[in-house]
């Protein structure tokens, strides 16, 4: 009898152990099922017998989810794999049963396992928090953006719980999220831990604004009084945005100022970079994606301050790129000009050949080419000529003739006067602006210095060196002198193009801003807020920029403190001195016209002679 009640007690205790060993498998089938996400289930400490280790594998394989082999390994090396975009995939199980668990929460903290992207789901009992599990948890890096869930299980009941602390000092925070009795309850109310997590308690978020323009914006800015807009437009727009998103994130807001935007040199990271890998803050102010080892120290996340790095130049005048005396008239009516004086000489001379035969006058054409082609040549530059027909039908030709040019040198004057005010179009690219003569210079402040550095193409290496020459002094001014040399003309200033265009619309004339024209050197990407690389804010930040856009208070703080690209309203016309660059076509055509009248005058004095030779000979 005795036997006998063994017997049926072990065959209850081993029912018992089954049955918990099922109940606790399919809570995990079902936990992840309910996670509608693509999941690799890692092993962590699991002492569980092999037998329910098989089982658990077994039945998850069903439902198509995946776990990994070598269970004890994959903990230690997880942080080494090589795929870091499957991460998010991971989903550790631990049981607070097992005795190492110390090793695995020192492990976890030591590779950053405990934050985004990976997920845990920690199993316990009622009676494990007298062993200091949750103490283990609180010493960790439980932050925002941890997906932690603590299982507590009492009989055939489970009561799951996220755990997560608003920075590394504060308490734990417990939020329940939902039961299992064999039916999988989830109580939360947002799916995204973003949306769950948004109050941060209080805890303190530090910015770095850059500020190159003027030391009155650290004054100016924490104030928002948005005045001397003209001053670090870029860095207090950001810190209103930013600001703004501390209040959604029940931040406490902090700022320190950087006058360097941070660049890497002799190995350690300068300004602004500095400050977010070193810690001293959690973002930064809107800056270029160009320099690819700050991807190393920090993670870009929305753009709040838009802005553009460029040369800003006027389009140089039609006459430097072009010559204007011959773009009045199309190819066909300089042909069909050419022909009528050829016609007109043809003409001149049978008609002046024809009254030589009838009578002679000092002033009247003798029936050569040479007088008829003389003739044509004065109608053709407007101007008279000392012989002329004597005949009715000889003037009226030359009448006709003089007329007709008479009408076409009106046209072409007055396209010579519009075309000298004309500017151009020929810079439209990096290598038409690289091969112009027009003097190419930047801002002076510290990005210059470097951007131009980055690149090694052909086109960039010749424009770096005509900005920066290694053995001369660099082509650098301040905002106000670069602006004015705009404004004169024949300079390309590189700068972001936002404060430039304040300085433009305030200082040029209306017909001063019709041409004028951007170039991109760096060809980058927008601008974006930097934060600290694993933050753990990051996301939360992220989506507080993007509610702020999508709600329009981005774009109205943009529009109160800067200014677009000043428009050409009214093209209006103002007299403008003829220089000499204006004047260099007529110049080379009198020079080619001295030397061949002299060629001409050279050669006929030699004939001259040659002739005299033969008549003393003979």
Known sequence: MKHALVIVCVMV????????????????????????????LVFGNLCWEKHRQVKLVHELSKVGIRSLEHIEEHLNNISELKYEHLYHNFLIVIDFDCSNLEETFENARSKRLLSSPFRWLMLDNSS?????????????????????????????????????????????????????????????????IFARRKDIMGHTLTMANVIQDSNTTQYHLPMEDRLEPEFD????????????????????????????WGYKQNGQWSGMINDLHTGRADLGTNCLVSDKERLDVVTYTDMVAPFRVRFVFRQPPLSYVSNIY??????????????????????LFLESKWESTLETNPTQMDGSLGDAFLLTMSAVGQQGCVLEPRKFSGRVMV?????????LYAAYSANIVVLLQAPSNSIRTLSQLASSKITLAAHSVDYNHFVFKLHKDPVRVAIRKRVDPEKEKGQFYDMNEGVEKIRKGLFAFHAIVEPVYRHIESTFLEMEKCDLTEVDYVNGFDPFIPVKKDSPYIELIRVAFKRIREAGLQSALVKRLQVPKPRCSNKVSAFSSVGLLDMCPVIIFMVYGFTLALFIALVEICVYKISNLHTLKK
């Open 233 to 260: 437009s870029i860095p207090k727009i950001c810190w209103m945005d930013v600001k703004l998103v501390f209040e959604m994130l029940n931040a406490t807001p902090r700022y320190i100022f950087s006058h360097r």
């Open 13 to 40: 205790s081993i029912n018992s152990t089954l049955a918990r060993d099922s109940f606790t498998t399919y809570f995990i089938q079902h936990f992840i099922t309910n996670e509608r996400k693509p999941t690799t």
């Open 326 to 347: 011959s773009l009045p008239f199309s190819t066909n009516v300089w042909l069909a000009i050419v022909v009528c004086a050829a016609v007109s000489t043809v003409a």
């Open 399 to 407: 009448w006709v003739f003089f007329a007709a040019l008479m009408l």
């Open 128 to 192: 494990n928090k007298e062993k200091g599990s949750l103490s283990l948890l609180g010493n960790s890096s439980v932050l925002p953006d941890s997906d932690v869930v603590i299982a507590e299980r009492a009989g055939n009941y489970i009561q799951m719980t996220e755990v997560h602390k608003s920075s590394a000092n504060d308490p734990l925070i417990f939020t329940p999220r939902g039961t299992y009795n064999g039916t999988f309850t989830d109580i939360r109310p947002h799916r995204e």
